[in-house]
């Protein structure tokens, strides 16, 4: 029989892997394990930064609340104002309102509750909003009509409040500073008395405008007419036909009024036309605490 070739050798090389190199991390599994490396160390962290602020929440203090006046805007009052242009410079009357009492700048003005009052007061905050609508009613009939508001800071117990910032607080909340008006109603923070209403008020005037008045209007109570026209006006020799005088009273017996009014300011100012002392001189060193 024939003899029989047999098959050939295959041979077969199968490389020897290093059992070490076979599992050496590739480029991806070594961003797998530093990410778990970070997840395992700042997960954590968060738990803790999460059940700090959550306990701080509950915790904190209650917040202190916005006074009345920034809480709880009325209609009146504007945030943002498209004001009229006005060159002040053109301005030629004065009107001005001396204030009486103090508004404390919350709540309605129309409640005494919201005032700074002197006892014998009480009762006459409508009439202190009279002449404030009746100023405000004439800077709008008169577009060349400057509208002050004259008074300091006059009583310890109402703090910083002064009489004339109280005056343009409460138009403002009664929603009488228009933007037609806006720019010509200002106040002056410095007059201690009737006297200082005036010259302090021409002063402010000239401050704003450059110019003196041509004219000046004063509103104020009835029964304080003659002291304003015979005295005052007289003391700063001022023509008096320039000068006007529109008198409300507030409620009450005007015959008492006129009476506690001449001996109380007319008589003295009538003797001293500038306070220099006495009574007069006491009451502005009361009036500026």
Same mark, same amino acid.
């Given at each position: 029989?024939?003899?029989?070739?047999?098959?050939?050798?295959?041979? +077969?090389?199968?490389?020897?892997?290093?059992?070490?190199?076979?599992?050496?991390?590739?480029? #991806?599994? &070594? !961003?797998? %394990?530093?990410?778990?490396?970070?997840?395992?160390?700042?997960?954590?962290? #968060?738990?803790?930064?999460?059940?700090?602020?959550?306990?701080?929440?509950?915790?904190?203090?209650?917040?202190?609340?916005?006074?009345?006046?920034?809480?709880?805007? !009325? /209609?009146?009052? !504007?945030?943002?104002?498209? %004001?009229?242009?006005?060159?002040?410079?053109? #301005?030629? *009357?004065?009107?001005?309102?001396?204030?009486?009492?103090?508004?404390?700048?919350?709540?309605?003005?129309?409640?005494?509750?919201?005032?700074? #009052? !002197?006892?014998?007061?009480?009762?006459?905050?409508?009439?202190?909003?009279?002449?404030?609508? &009746?100023? +405000?009613?004439?800077?709008?009939?008169?577009?060349?009509?400057?509208?002050? @508001? /004259?008074?300091? &800071?006059?009583?310890?117990?109402?703090?910083?409040?002064?009489?004339?910032? =109280?005056?343009?607080?409460?138009?403002?909340?009664?929603?009488?500073?228009?933007? /037609?008006?806006?720019?010509?109603?200002?106040?002056?923070?410095?007059?201690?008395?009737?006297?200082?209403?005036?010259?302090? /008020?021409?002063?402010?005037?000239?401050?704003?405008?450059?110019?003196?008045?041509?004219?000046?209007?004063?509103? =104020?109570?009835?029964?304080?007419?003659?002291?304003?026209?015979?005295?005052?006006?007289?003391?700063?020799?001022?023509?008096?036909?320039? @000068?006007?005088?529109?008198?409300?009273?507030?409620? =009450?017996?005007?015959?008492?009024?006129?009476?506690?009014?001449?001996?109380?300011?007319?008589?003295?100012?009538?003797? *001293?036309?500038?306070?220099?002392?006495?009574?007069?001189?006491? &009451?502005?060193?009361?009036?500026?605490?």
């Amino acid at each position: 029989m024939p003899s029989r070739t047999p098959p050939p050798t295959v041979r +077969i090389n199968i490389p020897t892997v290093n059992v070490s190199e076979a599992w050496a991390p590739t480029p #991806l599994r &070594k !961003q797998r %394990i530093f990410g778990t490396r970070l997840v395992r160390l700042y997960l954590p962290c #968060l738990l803790i930064l999460s059940l700090v602020t959550n306990i701080y929440y509950f915790t904190r203090p209650t917040p202190l609340a916005l006074p009345a006046t920034l809480s709880s805007q !009325q /209609s009146g009052t !504007q945030m943002h104002r498209e %004001i009229a242009d006005t060159d002040m410079r053109q #301005l030629t *009357d004065l009107v001005i309102v001396p204030g009486h009492g103090v508004y404390l700048g919350a709540g309605s003005p129309l409640d005494e509750a919201n005032w700074y #009052l !002197q006892e014998q007061q009480r009762g006459e905050v409508g009439a202190f909003m009279a002449h404030v609508g &009746k100023g +405000i009613e004439m800077v709008k009939e008169h577009e060349r009509a400057l509208l002050v @508001f /004259s008074g300091s &800071k006059t009583r310890l117990e109402a703090g910083a409040h002064s009489e004339a910032v =109280g005056y343009w607080t409460a138009a403002d909340r009664m929603g009488w500073l228009t933007n /037609s008006v806006f720019r010509r109603v200002v106040t002056e923070e410095y007059a201690r008395d009737s006297l200082e209403n005036i010259l302090f /008020s021409i002063a402010r005037f000239h401050e704003v405008t450059g110019n003196y008045p041509d004219r000046i209007t004063v509103v =104020g109570f009835e029964f304080k007419r003659e002291r304003f026209v015979d005295v005052h006006r007289r003391a700063l020799r001022y023509p008096r036909i320039r @000068f006007n005088y529109v008198g409300i009273n507030p409620p =009450g017996d005007a015959a008492r009024l006129v009476a506690a009014e001449k001996k109380n300011a007319y008589e003295p100012f009538s003797r *001293d036309l500038y306070a220099c002392e006495g009574t007069l001189a006491e &009451k502005r060193r009361e009036r500026n605490p």
